[in-house]
């Protein structure tokens, strides 16, 4: 009936609002539904939002068919990325520590970086796999052997030790091990072809 005073969520007109358990007025913001376990956004007209929505300057993502605010990771298969968002539901940027592993977002998107990606206020290069977790230690990406420091997960250069195997390793400016007989400095080296061991 249209004269009656509505309570709770009411379909209207193809769109579902939030009325007021106890006084019947329409809610509007960020609302906890704990009978469906959800929390969803309504708008100034009191309609729940779907989708990605900006709110107060933040990156919300709210369930298509639900309205669900949305948390954790999750892909956006038509901007094609993969973004974070925290208990609050919103969107992360740049480096972000989430379950004991460090990922990279994009400061701008916050679509989740994989491979090589510079790190110019920390001076540093990383490598983040497809997961986007971090690479630490010796890592065999695209045929190549590189080196990444164990703490910070900076690519390495130069010469290395790499004490576990008891060799010393050289890595060319992009980060790749080098072998067999190499110029250096204005020194030549010998470096086994198949370790990278530095040679005496």
Request: hydrophobic share 20%.
């Amino acid at each position: 009936d249209k004269g009656q005073m509505q309570y709770g969520q009411q379909r209207i007109d193809g769109k579902w609002y939030l009325f007021d358990k106890n006084t019947g007025a329409m809610k509007t913001g960020f609302q906890r539904i704990p009978e469906q376990n959800k929390t969803c956004y309504y708008n100034d007209k009191g309609q729940m939002q779907y989708g990605q929505q900006h709110i107060g300057g933040k990156w919300y993502l709210f369930d298509k068919n639900t309205g669900a605010m949305k948390t954790g990771f999750q892909r956006i298969p038509e901007q094609n990325k993969t973004c974070y968002y925290n208990d609050k539901g919103q969107m992360q940027y740049g480096q972000q520590h989430i379950g004991g592993k460090w990922y990279l977002f994009d400061k701008n998107t916050g679509a989740m970086k994989t491979g090589f990606q510079r790190i110019p206020e920390q001076n540093k290069t990383c490598y983040y796999n497809d997961k986007g977790q971090m690479q630490y230690g010796q890592q065999h990406i695209g045929g190549k052997w590189y080196l990444f420091d164990k703490n910070t997960g900076a690519m390495k250069t130069g010469f290395q030790r790499i004490p576990e195997q008891n060799k010393t390793c050289y890595y060319n400016d992009k980060g790749q091990m080098l072998y067999g007989r190499q110029y250096i400095n204005g020194r030549w080296y010998t470096f086994n072809q198949c370790t990278g061991a530095l040679m005496n």
